[in-house]
């Protein structure tokens, strides 16, 4: 007997949609660029263009999955986040002020980057606030009959 794929949007449901509080989301976030600076180290040789494109959807996880109460937090924590990352990337070859000339010097030409996720992250925020407030209105609302 064959099995038919269960609809799509039973498969949503059953994706991840962990809630994580605000201190929560700044380890993700923070760990998840670590990581992803050293895979880009490794096989890309540490490409500041590659670690950009990959810290995209780490802000878009992070302000999606940050609970309602703390979404505050998700615009804040991202570009730390790309900071902490940027340290395995950055190049420092010469002793610890050329490592941190090289992660300034990163962190100067990058600003795209830097800006473009945190304007990812403040744009899912900012719809999530917007439904929430949405939903909230729609429940105090008085029903007729």
């Given at each position: 007997m064959r099995q038919s794929a269960p609809p799509p949007a039973d498969a949503a449901r059953r994706l991840?949609?962990?809630?994580?509080?605000?201190?929560g989301g700044g380890?993700?976030?923070c760990a998840a660029m670590f990581a992803l600076g050293c895979v880009d180290a490794v096989l890309f040789g540490s490409s500041l263009t590659?670690?950009?494109?990959?810290?995209?959807?780490?802000?878009a996880?992070?302000?999606a999955w940050i609970r309602r109460g703390d979404l505050v937090t998700a615009p804040i924590v991202v570009p730390i986040a790309f900071t902490v990352g940027l340290?395995?990337?950055?190049d420092g070859k010469g002793g610890p002020a050329a490592w941190l000339m090289g992660l300034v010097t990163a962190l100067a030409t990058?600003?795209?980057w830097l800006y473009g996720g945190t304007l990812v992250a403040s744009a899912i925020v900012a719809v999530r606030r917007l439904r929430a407030a949405g939903r909230?209105?729609?429940?105090r609302r008085p029903?007729?009959?």
């Open positions: 991840p949609n962990p809630r994580l509080t605000g201190l380890l993700f976030s590659a670690y950009g494109v990959l810290f995209l959807p780490v802000c996880l992070t302000a340290a395995v990337v950055a990058q600003a795209g909230g209105a729609a429940y029903r007729p009959g």
